[in-house]
């Protein structure tokens, strides 16, 4: 079994800072990529960020040069730092890793936590 634990979500005035930590256990040999992901009412889920076990991010245009992913491999736990949020930042945000185990490639989710922007 895998698990991938989400922290850091709330509720934060326009203009304003929040850090998203997710943590996987279980059964893991190795992370591909991990990354966060966000689904906003009636919206359809959409990439915030990503980043590659070697360190290669992806950014969704709406938040670059505002979030930060990162990683610790051996920790297994990504983050998501995020500054001059913004209204429309407003979703449930959604960890994801590419988990390999016993040869298997497989995409895991998290629980979710919700974002809300105040404006």
């Known amino acids: 079994q895998v698990q991938l634990v989400e922290s850091g979500g709330g509720l934060v005035q326009a203009g304003g800072s929040l850090r998203l930590s997710c943590a996987a256990s279980?059964?893991?040999?190795?992370?591909?990529?991990m990354g966060w992901y966000r689904q906003a009412p009636g919206k359809q889920r959409e990439l915030v960020a990503t980043?590659?076990?070697?360190?290669?991010?992806n950014y969704a245009e709406s938040v670059k040069g505002r979030f930060t992913i990162s990683r610790d491999n051996a920790k297994k736990t990504v983050w998501l730092q995020m500054n001059s949020l913004k209204p429309e930042d407003t979703a449930v945000y959604y960890c994801?890793?590419?988990?390999?185990?016993?040869?298997?490639?497989?995409?895991?989710w998290g629980q979710g936590t919700q974002v809300t922007v105040s404006s």
């Open positions: 994801n890793g590419e988990i390999s185990y016993r040869g298997s490639l497989t995409s895991h």
């Open positions: 279980g059964r893991i040999f190795a992370i591909n990529v």
């Open positions: 980043m590659s076990s070697g360190g290669g991010t």
